[in-house]
Nanobody
Framework: QVQLVESGGGLVLAGGSLRLSCVDSARTFSRSAMAWFRQAPGKEREFVAGITWTAITTYYADSVKGRFTISRDNAKNTVYLQMNSLKPEDTAVYYC???????????????????WGQGTQVTVSS
């Protein structure tokens, strides 16, 4: 069973960078599409970025396009989210998620993802 553990969150000044990591400790995620979502207080969970299992396709929310980069290393069972030029509105809990049913496409819907990590807090101060 997929078990996702995120790390790398923290407090950063606006304009700064963070790199989030998500490890599948059960070592079964290589044939899953992976995505990052985020949820700010009082708001719904929203899609941030996704990547297919072969890493051929990536997809980003408009709000992060050009600033965030998703990547994966299947040999390490890890997916990354490099976040640059961070803004206060990027403040949220960030979750990684795995979609084992549709590994060759990226869905922006939370309902398509079977497994979720516990989340890591990202706070951007102005």
């Amino acid at each position: 069973q997929v078990q996702l553990v995120e790390s790398g969150g923290g407090l950063v000044l606006a304009g700064g960078s963070l790199r989030l990591s998500c490890v599948d400790s059960a070592r079964t995620f290589s044939r899953s599409a992976m995505a990052w979502f985020r949820q700010a207080p009082g708001k719904e969970r929203e899609f941030v970025a996704g990547i297919t299992w072969t890493a051929i396709t990536t997809y980003y929310a408009d709000s992060v396009k050009g600033r965030f980069t998703i990547s994966r290393d299947n040999a390490k069972n890890t997916v990354y989210l490099q976040m640059n030029s961070l803004k206060p509105e990027d403040t949220a809990v960030y979750y990684c998620a795995a979609d084992g049913r549709n590994p060759v496409r990226v869905s922006t819907s939370t309902e398509e993802y079977d497994y979720w990590g516990q989340g890591t807090q990202v706070t951007v101060s102005s």
